[in-house]
């Protein structure tokens, strides 16, 4: 276990502070004149929460006079002034800052700004304009950091797209160096934290400010395993509100100390930062981190992964119990192959021999828990593209050759699904499922009944139901699925990806908790005259209003559990939702 720290709460407040979490650090010039620290905190005049940062400092600084520090990316100097603030609580002079202190940051403005900082509370540091991923490690030639006793910060956030050119290929090679190989994918946070890790001693610490992805997303699995082999002990502090006023990204903070590995990670919860220096040890729980994978249950209360437990061990079965979870026809190329009414009249095609119904591309078109066979009239005179071009056997090629032209105009049979068939034009044929599953979505996985019996591509799974299911199945599954149980097992089982869009391949869709047949059907009669209200209030895109009262029937009138236990689960699925999303959740009404 870390140690905790035992300090007392500061005599100030910080307000909220808007951030720039994008960029992570200042950049733009700051007037500094008159700015003490008291008067900054209660301005909250720093990127980062003052109490964030006195906390980390506090932590990382320890006990210990002769400690030495480094931000890797200092900013408006918000950790470097907290950290001098802690060094002369511990009788530490200002002389001897300069060689205890150390700052790095891109833009010369900052570096000049934190220095007057600095110098207004009686502090100083070494600060060093440039590219920290140009800093060579200690050791290595022309390096100008020594190791450290603490690395502290809050590393800037940049996307993969805007992290990019040269910056991206300095910090891919140095998290390299450190024998972490980045995705291409990775955002710049990944590679700062890597990087800082090379400038501790051994019985160093980390403490930093990190985006709450680094549990979810693909990209930073090297980095989850990193901190499993690279640590002997690691802290995830979790706050229940967004920390910076301005930013959509949850944050956690990352603590980490020794080197050799570790089992498992300590876990604490709090509201905002004001809690921290009231959070004790024995608050705190122990929870292993998964072997590989995502880490998206650590997000999660020991309450609240027990209500899971329950709830799904006494009321749920996997998906796949129900029936085979499918990939749609990959066509190799949508926009050929896939028509509108307009285009298909206009070539002479025929229904049932050249084309066959089908589902648009995409799943903005499910917006109830049914398509039917008046869904798919009205997209195909919208102008959308019902129809999928797939000829039946014995239609010869000079039937359809006004349309291959077009295609082969294009290029198409040259796609690479196109040129490894036996017919580049015949798509192979997918069973008609009995439920539509859109494993791309943003606010929560769908199902939705087929009713109109028409195909569907790639970018939607499809699940064909048993023989001999039960017509109720098909009808209330999509709806009773609108429970916090299986939102929240999505979550865990789904995977994250940029701008908040959950992902759940075939075999992961298999597993993704839905009520069992008892409870379906116990459900559905309860449900069976509001079903129509419900279906409404979903197209209207009122889905939170359904999950409450979808939650009622299974979890309260169904399976009979405690109302801590659905409380614990609905907050459960708000914050594992809310954390992918990048922002809070709320109660309004919000398009799925």
């Not at 024995?282 to 998206?296: C, E, H, I, S, V």
Request: glycine share 8%.
């Amino acid at each position: 276990m870390i140690e905790p720290i035992a300090s007392p709460r500061p005599p100030s407040t910080v307000a909220d502070m808007a951030t720039n979490q994008r960029t992570g650090t200042a950049d733009v010039q700051l007037s500094t004149e008159g700015w003490t620290l008291d008067s900054r905190r209660q301005r909250g005049a720093f990127f980062t929460p003052y109490s964030i940062a006195q906390y980390l400092a506090q932590w990382a600084v320890g006990d210990d006079p002769n400690a030495s520090v480094l931000d890797p990316t200092c900013g408006e100097a918000a950790f470097l002034l907290a950290a001098a603030e802690r060094l002369r609580t511990l009788g530490t002079n200002r002389s001897s800052m300069s060689a205890q202190i150390f700052g790095v940051d891109l833009h010369e403005a900052s570096v000049q700004n934190a220095k007057q900082l600095l110098n207004a509370e009686d502090a100083d540091a070494t600060l060093l304009p440039g590219d920290f991923f140009e800093q060579p490690p200690p050791g290595a030639p022309g390096s100008r950091v020594p190791q450290v006793d603490a690395v502290l910060g809050n590393p800037p956030y940049v996307r993969f797209q805007a992290h990019s050119g040269d910056s991206r290929r300095r910090s891919a090679a140095a998290a390299l160096a450190q024998g972490v190989r980045l995705p291409g994918t990775a955002s710049s946070w990944a590679a700062t934290l890597v990087h800082a890790a090379a400038f501790l001693k051994p019985t160093g610490r980390l403490a930093m400010v990190v985006p709450a992805e680094l549990l979810t997303v693909g990209y930073a699995e090297p980095i989850r395993q990193w901190l499993k082999s690279r640590f002997a002990n690691v802290r995830l502090i979790f706050f229940e509100r967004l920390q910076f006023e301005d930013a959509i990204e949850k944050v956690i903070l990352l603590i980490a100390s020794g080197t050799g590995g570790c089992d498992s990670f300590s876990l604490g919860y709090v509201e905002d930062a004001e809690d921290l220096l009231g959070l004790h040890p024995l608050d705190l729980t122990a929870r292993a981190p998964a072997g590989n994978g995502k880490w998206t249950d650590l997000l999660l209360t020991v309450g609240e992964m027990s209500a899971f437990r329950r709830a799904t061990a006494s009321g749920a079965q996997a998906l796949s119990e129900y029936g085979t979870i499918e990939l749609g026809t990959v066509t190799g190329a949508n926009g050929f192959f896939c028509l509108t009414e307009e285009t298909r009249q206009r070539y002479g095609l025929q229904p049932d021999r050249h084309v066959i119904k089908a589902l648009p591309p995409g799943s903005r078109h499910l917006t109830a828990p049914s398509f039917t066979r008046v869904s798919w009239n009205a997209l195909r005179d919208a102008g959308e593209r019902v129809w999928m071009l797939r000829p039946q056997e014995g239609v010869t090629e000079d039937e359809i050759a006004e349309y291959l032209e077009v295609g082969i105009a294009e290029g198409v049979n040259f796609n690479y699904k196109c040129r490894v068939r036996a017919t580049w034009w015949r798509p192979p044929a997918v069973r008609i499922p009995d439920l539509y599953f859109t494993y791309m979505s943003h606010r929560y996985p769908r199902l939705v009944e087929n009713q109109a019996k028409v195909a569907y591509v790639n970018s939607l799974h499809g699940l064909r139901l048993q023989e001999g299911t039960a017509p109720v199945v098909a009808r209330f599954l999509p709806l009773l699925c609108l429970n916090s149980m299986t939102m929240v097992g999505a979550e865990l089982q789904g995977r994250s990806y940029g701008g908040g869009i959950l992902k759940m391949e075939p075999r992961e869709a298999a597993t993704l908790p839905v009520p069992k047949p008892a409870v379906l059907q116990a459900a559905a009669e309860i449900l069976h005259d509001k079903k129509s209200r419900l279906d409404r209030q979903l197209k209207a895109g009122e889905w939170l209003a359904v999950t409450k009262t979808v939650d009622k029937v299974i979890l309260g009138d169904v399976l009979n559990l405690p109302e801590s236990t659905r409380a614990d689960l609905w907050q459960a699925s708000r914050k594992l939702r809310s954390s992918r999303l990048g922002a809070a959740d709320d109660d309004s009404t919000v398009r799925s």
